[in-house]
Antibody, heavy 120, light 111 residues
Framework: QVQLVESGGGVVQPGGSLRLSCAAS????????FHWVRQAPGKGLEWVTFIRYDGSDKYYADSVKGRFTISRDNSKNTLYLQMNSLRDEDTAVYYCAKQESSSWYAFDIWGQGTMLTVSS | QSALTQPASVSGSPGQSITISCTGT?????????VSWYQQHPGKAPKLMIYEVSNRPSGVSNRFSGSKSGNTASLTISGLQAEDEADYYC???????????FGGGTKLTVL
């Protein structure tokens, strides 16, 4: 079935790094763009970053620009989020989400989320 | 502070209709037809309910509908059911430095 499965979350000290992965199955991964969206505990959704289907364009929220890098491996049907210089305020559940077929800006398939805690 | 403004909470009785508003600017909601709505139950991932202002994905009940007027988009749920109780978020494409912005979310309570 169509699904996205995130992994790689955990506890990291401020200033540290971590890489999240998102494995896709049940559809043509290489045909779609993907987003990362995060949700701090008890808070709302925050868009983080987007990558086009072929990796040619990437966009970032101001809050993570210069610290986070989105990438993908279409041969492995996997999306990544490299996070460096982590801050307390990066603590959140991170979701990967597939763009809707006709629109970059809507997310029609979501993973279950992976939790990142930044704490000393 | 979120880029899009939603009411913190709304409520309604079973069978009634409710509307959730989402107010932005001409740089996002008002300038483009790329407004989406998501439903999120506690501890679950969000679910797409409406995209491009008024389009429903396959499998979403026709009790959910979307519209837009000026800088404000709206999600209407008719024939409220207990399972509609959830948090609802709007989002929009934005021409600002980010690509997508979300509203702060609205908690729907079915009385």
């Amino acid at each position: 079935q169509v699904q996205l499965v995130e992994s790689g979350g955990g506890v990291v000290q401020p200033g540290g790094s971590l890489r999240l992965s998102c494995a896709a199955s049940g559809f043509s991964f290489s045909s779609y763009g993907f987003h990362w969206v995060r949700q701090a505990p008890g808070k709302g959704l925050e868009w983080v970053t987007f990558i086009r289907y072929d990796g040619s364009d990437k966009y970032y929220a101001d809050s993570v620009k210069g610290r986070f890098t989105i990438s993908r491996d279409n041969s492995k049907n996997t999306l990544y989020l490299q996070m460096n210089s982590l801050r307390d305020e990066d603590t959140a559940v991170y979701y990967c989400a597939k763009q809707e077929s006709s629109s970059w800006y809507a997310f029609d398939i979501w993973g279950q989320g992976t939790m990142l805690t930044v704490s000393s | 502070q979120s880029a899009l403004t939603q009411p913190a909470s709304v409520s309604g009785s079973p069978g009634q209709s409710i509307t959730i508003s989402c107010t932005g600017t001409s740089s996002d909601v008002g300038g483009y037809n790329y407004v989406s709505w998501y439903q999120q139950h506690p501890g679950k991932a969000p679910k797409l309910m409406i995209y491009e202002v008024s389009n429903r994905p396959s499998g979403v009940s026709n009790r959910f509908s979307g519209s837009k007027s000026g800088n404000t988009a709206s999600l209407t749920i008719s024939g409220l059911q207990a399972e509609d109780e959830a948090d609802y978020y709007c989002s929009s494409y934005t021409s600002s430095s980010s690509l997508v912005v979300f509203g702060g979310g609205t908690k729907l309570t079915v009385l």
